[in-house]
């Protein structure tokens, strides 16, 4: 973990905060947030929206591991790895400023691809305690078609040198930002 000191314009967050556990408001851009508290340093976000692409697309632009630095924001890494046995490890380096900081925070992810719904993934290494989640796509139908209903849960427990409170805005704030860049990557 990097923090350095800039000085950037704070963005407002807003983030949906339920104590329904199922609960997912929509914002104007059609991405849902909802952060959930699951212990006192430990939170789940899940962010969902709607794609008007069939999931075999979505699913491909999600496994592109090495594509997803050239549209996702503040992810300036995305590298395949070798895993010790032979399955996905991915090793990926976001940055960006919070509080006059420029903050890198660095993860090394083994994944679990089951095609064509759910792709899992749990830290192995990095600057969190812990990390884990998946994405999840459900088909839905068009007129024209069918569309993708993408969900993105994590899990995320920062180590005490990280304010939860930035920790949690900042994540669900890059969950909406990634869900509406692979929306417009589809859109291609």
Same mark, same amino acid.
């Given at each position: 973990m990097t923090i350095q000191n800039h000085n950037p314009g704070l963005d407002s967050p807003n983030i949906i905060?339920?104590?329904?556990?199922?609960?997912?408001?929509?914002?104007?851009?059609g991405v849902s947030i909802q952060v959930e508290k699951l212990s006192d340093r430990q939170r789940q976000i899940t962010a969902q929206?709607?794609?008007?692409? *069939?999931?075999?697309?979505?699913?491909? @632009?999600?496994? +592109?591991?090495?594509?997803l630095v050239e549209f996702i924001?503040?992810?300036t890494k995305s590298s395949l @790895?070798?895993?010790?046995?032979?399955?996905?490890?991915?090793?990926?380096?976001?940055?960006?400023?919070?509080?006059?900081?420029? %903050?890198?925070?660095?993860?090394?992810?083994?994944?679990?691809?089951? %095609?064509?719904?759910? @792709?899992? %993934?749990?830290?192995?290494?990095?600057?969190?305690k812990g990390f884990s989640g998946f994405w999840r796509l459900e088909p839905y139908k068009l007129e024209t078609g069918e569309g993708t209903d993408l969900c993105y849960t994590i899990r995320v427990w920062p180590k005490l040198?990280? *304010? @939860?409170?930035?920790?949690? +805005?900042?994540?669900?704030?890059?969950l909406r930002s990634n869900l509406l860049a692979i929306r417009q990557r589809a859109s291609w």
């Open positions: 905060r339920s104590k329904d556990k199922n609960a997912l408001e929509q914002n104007s851009d929206v709607q794609i008007h692409q *069939p999931v075999q697309k979505v699913w491909k @632009i999600l496994t +592109d591991y090495e594509s924001p503040n992810l @790895i070798e895993h010790p046995e032979g399955g996905i490890r991915l090793e990926q380096i976001g940055s960006q400023c919070l509080l006059n900081f420029k %903050f890198c925070a660095r993860v090394v992810l083994d994944l679990e691809e089951v %095609f064509p719904k759910l @792709i899992k %993934f749990a830290m192995v290494e990095g600057d969190f040198t990280m *304010p @939860i409170g930035i920790v949690e +805005d900042r994540l669900a704030n890059d």
